[in-house]
């Protein structure tokens, strides 16, 4: 609960009303923001990041969108961006394992060793993705298939 309140005073929804764009806000420690477009539903980590997102009609990619599409056939659609998130993951990833690197702490530089999982495995790859700007996946139903698109943005 630590996450989302101070003093596990509670935390409630704020309903956000400005131009366009109706909103949920969560009014705790960890910034979240929720609302529905049709049958879509989106979650960002801002109120401006998701006015951004309801303020784009139709909700989809263009040319040069960054976006997951969701037309009329869309059952699931996710967006994410690595090049915004590389560094939180690699810090989540070091949190993860903390008790137990110190626990063991003799053996982080020992040779010959095997690295750790998270904190050095799954933060290398996160690394080595640098140059992902983003991914987008999007499935869409048509009758007897699901049609799966994936689309991976590169840094320019």
């Known amino acids: 609960m630590g996450l989302w309140t101070t003093s596990q005073i509670g935390v409630s929804w ?7 764009a109706d909103y ?24 401006e ?3 951004s997102l309801l303020g784009r009609a139709p909700l989809g990619p263009t040319a040069n969108s960054q976006g997951p599409e969701a037309g009329p056939n869309v059952v699931y659609a996710a967006g ?11 810090k989540m ?12 702490r003799g053996m982080a530089g020992e040779e010959g060793r095997t690295p750790s999982f998270f904190s050095e495995n799954l933060a290398s ?17 048509r009758g007897p ?4 698109t994936v689309t991976y943005r590169l840094k320019k």
Do not use: C, W
């Open 14 to 20: 704020v309903a956000r009303h400005e131009g366009n």
């Open 49 to 51: 990041t998701l006015k």
């Open 145 to 148: 298939q699901l049609h799966q």
């Open 93 to 104: 990833m070091r949190l993860i394992e903390m008790p137990l690197l110190q626990q063991y």
């Open 80 to 90: 994410f961006r690595h090049s915004a998130e590389r560094h939180n993951i690699v």
């Open 125 to 141: 790859l996160s690394q080595s993705l640098e140059s992902i700007e983003s991914e987008s996946l999007v499935v869409e139903d």
């Open 24 to 47: 949920y806000q969560l009014d705790g420690l960890a910034p979240l923001a929720v609302a529905t477009k049709g049958p879509i539903l989106l979650l960002a980590s801002s109120g």
